[in-house]
Each structure stands twice: as structure tokens, then as C-alpha cells.
């Protein structure tokens, strides 16, 4: 009977971390790679004038969020992908100000 519920458990875990894991959010890694090419270095970077230089750390995660529908925005002018757009939103809020891992552009 332990064996047998022993079982079920360890099957139920494999199929939350499956499942999570394909419904998981954008890929922060390939988030930052569009980010840098796309959006940093195309606009964001500061020498363009009336264009505001952002990095992650430059917006809370809440603020990200309510940028989001602005970034989305952006993207489709700059002609970037859904799965682009969900990236780099992964890598903006994963590394903003009061994440675990704030991060700048370097």
C-alpha cells in the first residue's frame, strides 16, 4: 500500500513540474538577447533624445507589469515575435528593482 502511494507521489510531482514547466513563462536568457538587440540598444540606451534609457532595474516588477501592454506595443512596431515579447518581459520583471536578482544592461 506504501509502495503503491509512494508511487502516485512521485508521478503527481513529475506531472506539476511537467506541466509548469510547459506553461511556464517567456525565457528570461533569450528575453535579455531581444532586449539588448531590440530595445536597449535600438532605443533605450539614453543618446537618443526624449527616449528614457531603460534596464531592468529600472522599474519594479509591478511597474514592468503595467508597462507591459506598452511594450507590446513597441514590439509589434519593431516587429517582434508574441514568444519575443514574452521573453524579454520574463528577463525585464525576473531582474527588476525588487526582484531576487536585480540586474542593469552592463
Known amino acids: 500500500m506504501k509502495k ?3 508511487t ?3 508521478l503527481a ?3 506539476i513540474f511537467a506541466v509548469t ?3 511556464a513563462a517567456g525565457d528570461a536568457r533569450k528575453g535579455k538577447r531581444v532586449w539588448k538587440k531590440s530595445c536597449r540598444l535600438a532605443c533605450h ?3 537618443k533624445a526624449g ?3 531603460l534596464s531592468p532595474v529600472s522599474k519594479t516588477q509591478a511597474q514592468w507589469k503595467a508597462a507591459l501592454p506598452k ?4 514590439s509589434a512596431k519593431a516587429g517582434l515575435s ?3 515579447v514574452e521573453d524579454m518581459f520574463e528577463y525585464l520583471h525576473s531582474h527588476a528593482l525588487d526582484s531576487d536578482q536585480p540586474e542593469t544592461c552592463g
Open 71 to 74: 511594450i507590446k506595443e513597441c
Open 8 to 10: 502516485a507521489l512521485v
Open 45 to 47: 540606451d539614453g543618446s
Open 82 to 84: 508574441d514568444k519575443d
Open 51 to 53: 527616449v528614457a534609457a
Open 13 to 15: 510531482t513529475i506531472a
Open 21 to 23: 514547466s510547459a506553461y
Open 4 to 6: 503503491k502511494l509512494f
